[in-house]
């Protein structure tokens, strides 16, 4: 069942991701609903998927790459539905989509035989902790989609190329909106994933902080996004320089929460 | 019954013309009604726009029909013949359709695809309608006309980009702000470009408007048109943070603003996008402030550009329109054709007459034990009874002068009696769309 359900996802998911493509092209309101539909689709049956792996498993399906990376893309999903109902931007899917579907098939690459869990990380913990972390992620995502489109668009006007993919992009008022959005809402997720982690860390590992790779690296991310977001309040920061660094700590956190998984081992490795 | 088309427009006479031959609005009634006195003339509309004045009608004599409301132009504005004569066009038939398809898409527009053309007809044809000069066969007719100028619209792209340096400036600036509703308008100098432009981004939400000017009373007079605010131009970087888009039209030797003035301006705004139209030829705005961080410039030149690459699109898409008319066409002819009288008595006696045999035949099978020469008798009888019940009908059909009277029966005749026609369409009765609401 549940592998049916996580097949079923990234069917949705791949036909949804051509539709969002497609709509980049010619879009009509027809194809941009039935893409909206179909996303909500597939979104309920990743729901499904999930909850069918966290009763199947016992506890929350984040322990290994395979869960890990269909959960991220699980909230991008639901990240990018909010905004895409609230701000009625399809071409921001048109971006954030095949990302979500790179990630799925990431996660259906990467074995999926269940696990018992850690015995460390058998605490109430994981919750706050891992959840607002993938929150965190997940606006920090749709961040990095809009600064890539906000440059796109910003290059097009300024270099007066108006083509069929300038008319098809929000203003870069909209997408500045979007952005500074995602970082009021992922920034406070991120630093209390951090602050929960570290009290998680002195119960189960006796220590606050060990720099492990990965809480470094979410240090580094919590930085460039502390720096934005501190730019923002104070001078009202924005434009092009503004979106390259938000790119930038995009990148930083996908190393976070990816490239340290794969490539340094550390305590939070677990695959 | 032919539809026939007489008029003049932008492109066969000069304006001189055009305002000689024009209808006003207000004393629409009596030309519809010697329209209508006209001998052959059996429906009419008039359309008098500041482009085109052109006059739609049925007739059973086309020659005769066009020579008419040909004379009828001159004659009805006291003017000579000759006089208008080399400027009028006439088209009966499909090309006729295909004019007035083409006009209401606003394919035959001085700028392709603007919208106020089929607005125009609308309401044209609501005084028609209301003074009782259209009938059966121009009601369809406009009503399809209109609904095939929509189909152009949503079908193709004919007025989706702007066409004109103001219309393209507006679209550039709702890309760079969503919404210009919170924006504030700058103008710098003066000028009927800048003015205009500045009244497009007003009529599209803009918040309110500065001006400034070397001369204070032009700035304030101008200020005053736009129920803006003057500022001396002198106080022109002390406002300059205030406005998100800035119109200049200078005329200035050398540039009025520069990169290095932009940075204070940039500080105090939080770095919120700018947007630079530079209409003044020699320009007015370092084109290197295009290259500061949320700051857009466009001159003239590149307005133009957009304007000419949209205009472009248009054309492309004005091919596609044609296609849509050209199937358009197809169908309605195929809805007049059916609007004769001959061939509509013809299908009336044979499907009378199929209905009388095949109830012979029934009865005579039935009837066993029948008379040698029932047969003959009944078939007599009812022949009879077919070619009395038509005789009226026929006879009212084929009294010409009927007009417009004629093609009502004709077409109640073959949707009465489900007469092959080969149209969908002439089954279902006419849309019932409200006319226009005339001014």
């Known amino acids: 069942m549940t592998d049916i359900s996580f097949y079923l996802t990234l069917a949705l998911y791949g036909v949804t991701t051509l539709l969002y493509l497609a709509c980049l092209l010619r879009s009509t309101p027809c194809l941009s609903g039935l893409a909206r539909k179909l996303l909500v689709a597939g979104f309920l049956a990743h729901c499904l998927a999930v909850i069918h792996r966290a009763i199947a498993a016992g506890h929350l399906p984040i322990t290994n790459m395979h869960e890990s990376l269909s959960f991220f893309a699980l909230s991008i999903v639901a990240a990018y539905l909010y905004f895409e109902f609230r701000f009625k931007v399809t071409s921001l899917g048109s971006f954030v989509l095949p990302l979500v579907l790179v990630l799925m098939i990431g996660s259906s690459v990467f074995p999926g035989e269940l696990r018992p869990l850690n015995p460390a990380l058998k605490s109430a913990w994981i919750y706050s902790h891992t959840l607002l972390a993938f929150g965190a992620y997940a606006f920090f995502t749709i961040a990095g989609g809009v600064a890539g489109m906000y440059l796109l668009q910003s290059h097009f006007l300024k270099k007066k190329q108006l083509g069929t993919l300038f008319q098809k992009l929000p203003s870069l008022d909209t997408l500045d909106e979007i952005g500074y959005r995602c970082l009021t809402f992922g920034f406070p997720m991120l630093t209390v994933a951090i602050i929960t982690g570290a009290i998680w860390a002195a119960q189960a590992w006796g220590s606050y902080w060990s720099w492990d790779p990965k809480e470094t690296w979410s240090l580094i991310t919590w930085f460039v996004f502390a720096a934005l977001l501190h730019g923002r309040l104070t001078t009202g920061w924005r434009g092009r320089r503004a979106a390259w660094l938000t790119v930038a700590g995009f990148l930083i956190m996908l190393f976070t929460f990816i490239g340290v998984n794969l490539l340094i081992p550390g305590l939070h490795s677990y695959n | ?439």
Not at chain 2, 59 to 80: K, S
Not at chain 2, 256 to 283: G, H, N, S, W, Y
Not at chain 2, 342 to 357: G, N, Q
């Open chain 2, 1 to 439: 019954m032919n539809i026939i088309v007489v008029g003049l427009s932008h492109k066969t006479a000069s304006v001189e013309i055009r305002e000689k031959v024009a209808f006003s609005p207000n004393s629409i009634e009596q030309p519809l009604k010697a329209l209508l006195a006209l001998e052959g003339i059996v429906e009419g509309v008039i359309v008098s726009t500041c482009n085109r004045v052109e006059i739609y009608a049925t007739t059973r004599d086309i020659a005769g029909g066009v020579g008419r409301l040909r004379r009828f132009l001159a004659d009805w504005h006291h003017l000579p013949y000759d006089t208008i004569e080399p400027h009028l066009y006439s088209y009966h038939g499909e090309a006729a359709i295909r004019h007035v398809f083409r006009v209401a898409s606003s394919l035959d527009s001085m700028v392709v695809g603007e919208p106020q053309i089929l607005g125009q007809i609308k309401t044209s044809y609501g005084y028609a309608a209301e003074y009782g000069s259209s009938g059966i066969i121009l009601n369809r007719f406009l009503h399809k006309a209109f609904s095939v100028a929509k189909r152009v619209r949503t079908e193709t792209r004919i007025a989706s980009s702007a066409v004109s340096v103001s219309f393209a400036a507006v679209e550039l600036a709702r890309k760079i702000f969503d919404s210009l509703s919170d924006k504030t308008v700058l103008l710098i100098g003066a000028g009927e470009m800048c003015e205009l432009a500045a009244r497009h981004f007003l009529t599209n939400g803009a918040k309110g408007v500065l001006v400034t000017n070397r001369t204070y009373e032009k700035a304030q007079r101008l200020a005053e048109e736009f129920e803006g605010q003057a500022l001396p131009f002198e106080e022109l970087f002390d406002h300059l943070h205030k406005a998100d888009i800035i119109l200049t039209s200078t005329g200035a030797p050398h540039f009025i603003v520069t990169p290095k003035d932009l940075k204070e301006v940039i500080q105090r705004r939080r770095m919120k996008p700018m947007f630079f139209i530079d209409i003044a030829v020699p320009r007015d705005i370092d084109p290197a402030v295009n290259e500061l961080d949320s700051i857009y410039l466009y001159d003239m030149d590149d307005l133009q550009q957009v304007v000419a690459a949209n205009l472009e699109n248009r054309m492309q898409e004005a091919e596609k329109a044609e296609a849509i008319i050209a199937e358009e066409i197809v169908q309605f002819a195929k809805w007049i054709a059916t609007l004769e009288v001959t061939p509509t008595i013809v299908a009336l006696r044979r499907r009378l007459d199929d209905l009388r045999r095949a109830e012979l035949a029934r009865t005579l099978v039935a009837w066993k034990d029948a008379p040698p020469d029932v047969e003959k008798r009944l078939d007599a009888l009812t022949t009879a009874l077919i070619n009395k019940i038509l005789h009226q009908p026929t006879i009212v059909l084929k009294r010409t002068g009927q007009g417009n009277r004629t093609d009502l029966y004709l077409d109640a005749l073959r949707a009465l009696f489900d007469l092959e026609l080969g149209v969908d369409e002439a089954d279902s009765p006419l849309e019932l769309e409200e006319p226009p609401t005339t001014p």
